[in-house]
């Protein structure tokens, strides 16, 4: 039996594991979250590419596209892209035309998207369409002459997206950085043989702007297409060449600094940051156009007609200028531009200097210049106690002389004076009891704590300088780029305005008014900017830097570990009435506690008490010192030399005489007993300056608690009103983008 039972156990085993195989298989096989969308039914849409050709940015551009339309709509279809309904052309007419009539005539494609310059421009041309068909990449609707109506393609199955009038726009936008009365289009050869309105209609336009035009067709050869350059030619400006590689492309910008020619780009930032020298145009146009399609994808899905949809497209502008390039091809724009632009290698050399709100509190204190004369002050104040003590210590002082005497007055003396005489001379001298001597020392200890104080206050109010100016160079710069994006949005919407009118929506006047608005804009970009600049020498000045000195700054949040406010000890004690009052409370007590001015005004007030003690011991404490001195006489020549001596009838010996060395020492005391009242005058100012003292310091403690208190208070609404504000920027901006796309309906 135990054989028995032993054998089906490991029989059983491989049985198990095949039964386990078996069971788990399906589960292994289960469709992922799309599949089963599929098996729930919902309906399978398989878009088309027809996409110009190929270039450099086309892969992230196409996968910007899929993934905008499928994050949209992939809870409504199933939304496919097949890789076999993808047609890569060859930037000709012929290629683009057969892949469009391909899709078209495919059963399997629901929808096409006409990827490019040239499939959008035949797309839009095409006449009727037997399904939709999206052209996203527009030029300019009038100088490719596409059909529209009403704001819309007017045809059906036919959505475009274009901007408002870009070609105008960008060439009066390239006269106000520079003058120019010609200028070279280098188009590429598929614009010129496709396109054939735009051709015929950018001359016109020129023309009417009272410009000369030069078009040059850029084929594979960057040398050739350059050397039709006609001398005469100011400027050059270039609608999208896709077709070029990137080495070629960089060899053309390259040729155009060589030649000094200033150069304009309708792809904007992107060939600026390449070289070019300005542009309009963001870099995440083509991911708005990729939003925008997914919107009009899920529309036409929906069961609207491609038709209806409106074409216009807002333009989300900011001028971009490469300033290494101006330097290059010495063309600079006027301040009136500037104020407006972002501007690409500013410097021509790398800004090194970057500060941040700790280094540059640091380098405050190190290098300002106020710092530095206060630390003079208390190196001159500790001077001043010693100078007080040594009133105190003993006197010494060594002299030598030599004199000579008229010679009758030397035998006159009796040997008491020599005609010549050579002496040296030691004195001595000790203060044992002086209280002005002990006074003023305590005095000048005290004025010297008060001036290191106020070294103090200046040092925290340097910090606080420092680190306010740094917030306000900040500042400056927010409300700078701010002001610069909102004259931005207001040229879209000038141009909006402009689409509004020319297809009956809006008046004249609605045009007028965003010309007045950028107008406005204008003058409060150039404000800001001369702010901005005003804030940053600002700072250069409290840290002792050349005024002009250009650095970069780096952000502050909140949750700077610096800053208190990222502590969530601190967070926890003002999120509460409670805690707030408590936090308040301790704040008081530690602000009083820590003050340099309530300091510097004890030690003032220490000082001033020593000052009315002095002055009451003036009538009653002497003054008594000990002096001491020795003189020695070195040598002694001429009359006066020997003292005179006795006849010899009366014993004839010599006068007595000293030796040559003397000393003298002597105990002085004093006591002033009338000095006109004066006495009485120093002890009633000593009285009234501490009692103005004592008054100032508590009128001092207040104002500091009342600060203090302030600072909390605001602070109590400041936390809250900086999250509102940004919940009410994420609304904003959301807002936004709804007002623009009604404004751009005229739905508004």
């Known amino acids: 039996m135990r054989v028995c039972v032993c054998r089906r156990k490991a029989l059983g085993r491989p049985f198990a594991l095949l039964l386990l195989i078996l069971l788990a ?3 292994l096989l289960l469709p992922d979250d799309a599949s089963a969308q599929r098996k729930r039914g919902l309906p399978v849409v398989q878009i088309g590419f027809v996409i110009d050709g190929p270039w450099d940015r086309l892969k992230k551009t196409q996968a910007e596209f899929e993934a905008e339309i499928t994050d949209l709509i992939q809870g409504e279809f199933d939304v496919r892209f097949p890789k076999s309904k993808q047609i890569m052309c060859n930037w000709t007419e012929k290629s683009v035309i057969d892949g469009i009539s391909r899709l078209l005539a495919d059963p399997q494609v629901d929808m096409v998207i006409a990827l490019g310059v040239l499939a959008s421009n035949h797309a839009a041309i095409w006449g009727d369409l037997p399904k939709p068909v999206l052209a996203p990449i527009v030029l300019d609707v009038y100088f490719q002459g596409l059909p529209e109506k009403d704001g819309t393609s007017g045809v059906k199955n036919l959505s475009y997206t274009a901007f408002p ?59 050739e297409a350059l050397a039709q350059l006609e001398p005469d030619v100011e400027a050059v400006y270039l609608p999208p060449l896709l077709h070029l590689p990137p080495e070629e492309h960089d060899r053309l910008i390259k040729a155009l600094i060589r ?68 330097r290059a091809i010495n063309v600079y724009p006027p301040f009136s531009v500037l104020g407006e632009a972002e501007l690409l290698d500013e410097e021509e050399v790398e800004i090194k200097k970057k500060r941040s709100l700790t280094s540059t509190v640091l380098e405050a204190i190190d290098a300002n210049l106020d710092l530095a004369a206060q630390d003079r002050t208390v190196a001159a104040g500790e001077q001043e106690v010693k100078g ?27 040997g008491s004076q020599a005609e010549q005489t050579v002496t040296g001379t030691a004195s001595l001298s000790q203060t044992i009891y002086a209280d002005p001597a002990w006074a003023n020392f305590s005095i000048q200890k005290n004025l010297q704590t008060a001036r290191e104080q106020e070294r103090e206050a200046v040092r925290l109010d340097i910090t606080l300088e420092a680190a306010t100016t740094y917030l306000n160079v900040l500042r400056a710069k927010a409300v700078e780029r701010i002001e610069k994006e909102n004259l931005n949005l207001t040229r879209s919407n000038l141009e909006l305005a402009k689409v509004r009118q020319s297809i009956g929506i809006s008046g004249p006047a609605e045009v007028f008014r965003w010309e007045s608005a950028i107008a406005n804009s204008r003058q409060v970009v150039l404000l800001a ?94 003054t008594a010192g000990l002096s001491g001195e020795v003189t020695h006489y070195f040598a002694e020549e001429g009359a006066g030399t020997d003292p005179p001596s006795l006849p010899p009838i009366l014993g004839g010996e010599s006068f007595p005489s000293s030796n040559d060395t003397d000393w003298s020492v002597g105990l002085k005391v004093a006591l002033p007993l009338f000095e006109g009242g004066n006495r009485f005058a120093e ?19 207040e104002r500091i608690a009342l600060a203090i208190e302030t600072a909390v208070l605001r602070m109590q609404a400041s936390g809250p009103s900086i999250r509102l504000s940004r919940d009410a920027r994420e609304t904003s901006l959301k807002n936004l983008d709804l007002v623009q796309d009604s404004y751009s309906l005229g739905v508004v």
């Open 25 to 27: 298989a399906p589960l």
């Open 165 to 223: 009038n870009p070609f105008r726009r960008d060439l009066e936008m390239f006269l106000r950085i520079v003058p120019f009365k010609k200028f070279a289009l280098l188009s590429a050869p598929y614009y010129r043989a496709a396109l054939q309105a735009f051709g015929e209609r950018f001359p016109r336009v020129a023309e009417e702007m009272g410009l000369q035009m030069q078009i040059i067709n850029v084929g594979d050869s960057v040398q």
């Open 259 to 326: 030649c000094r020619l200033p150069s304009f780009s309708l792809r904007g930032r992107w060939d600026v940051e390449r070289g070019i020298f300005a542009g309009l145009a963001t870099e995440e146009t083509f991911s708005r156009l990729a939003r925008r399609t997914a919107l009009n994808v899920q529309r036409i899905l929906l069961g609207e007609d491609a038709g209806t949809l409106p074409y216009a497209f807002p333009a989300r502008e900011r001028l971009t200028i490469n300033m290494a390039t101006a």
């Open 388 to 414: 007080a003590r040594s009133g105190l210590l003993p006197q010494v002082e060594v002299s030598a002389l030599g004199r000579i005497i008229d010679e009758d007055r030397a035998e006159a003396s009796f």
């Open 529 to 622: 900017v001369s702010n901005r600049q005003q804030a940053e020498r600002a700072l250069n000045r409290l840290l002792n830097r050349p005024l002009d000195e250009i650095f970069t700054t780096e952000d502050v949040d909140l949750n700077d570990p610096i800053l208190l406010t990222s502590d969530e000890r601190f967070r926890k004690s003002v999120n509460n009435p409670w805690a707030l009052a408590v936090f308040r409370s301790f704040m008081v007590k530690e602000g009083l506690a820590r003050s340099v001015e309530l300091r510097s005004l004890d030690a003032a007030i220490a000082a001033q008490e020593r000052q009315l003690v002095l002055a009451n011991r003036s009538f009653w404490a002497p």
């Open 683 to 701: 002890r009633k100012r000593a009285m009234e300056e501490l009692a103005r003292l004592r008054i100032e310091r508590q009128a001092t403690r």
